[in-house]
């Protein structure tokens, strides 16, 4: 009976959008996508090694979570219209490009204003970012094979780079 007691609707479903086939559901700012059974959800960074997950009752009922994040949360705004939407941030750069930071990673500007590319590309990670005319996010290939570098502000809004961050 413990178990119900703790059992907790406290989440939100991300509606799927044209290019992802299932939705989301976020809890605590995370984020974890259906595997196999829709009783089981696996943090939507599983891939990158986390094992946080959520065991679901069959009314919709979290009955445990495993939240034990290996990364941070990524970060969503509700727009007007109520929609989630990838927040990310552009940061200026000494460089010719600037760079454009979501959920950590940084991704480079390539060839289309449009088309924007895992600033580790070169090192085989495959992330990619397609964004209308407007800078909105279409679509957002997030499966990098490495973990986010590590950046810190400074004073003046400047942004250093550290090391890389360790899973
Ligand atoms: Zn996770
Ligand atoms: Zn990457």
């Known amino acids: 009976m413990r178990e119900r007691e703790r059992a907790t609707k406290d989440y939100k479903l991300i509606p799927a959008r044209s290019r992802q086939k299932k939705n989301l559901l976020m809890l605590n700012g995370y984020t974890f996508a259906q595997n196999h059974t829709p009783r089981l959800w696996y943090c939507s960074q599983k891939r990158n090694g986390c094992k946080a997950k959520i065991k679901m009752s069959d009314n919709g009922y979290i009955l445990r979570a495993d939240t034990d994040h290996c990364h941070t949360p990524p970060m969503y705004y509700i727009n007007k219209l109520g929609e989630y939407r990838l927040y990310y941030k552009l940061i200026p750069s000494r460089q010719k490009k600037n760079l454009l930071m979501l959920n950590g990673y940084t991704f480079a500007q ?19 970012i397609n964004m209308s005319h407007k800078g909105r996010i279409l679509y957002a290939d997030k499966d990098h094979c490495h973990t986010p ?18 899973c």
């Open 110 to 128: 390539n060839h289309s204003p449009r088309l924007w590319y895992c600033s580790q590309k070169r090192n085989g990670c495959k992330a990619k």
């Open 149 to 166: 570098p590590e950046y810190y502000v400074t004073k003046t809004g400047e942004y250093v780079l550290m090391k890389s961050k360790k």
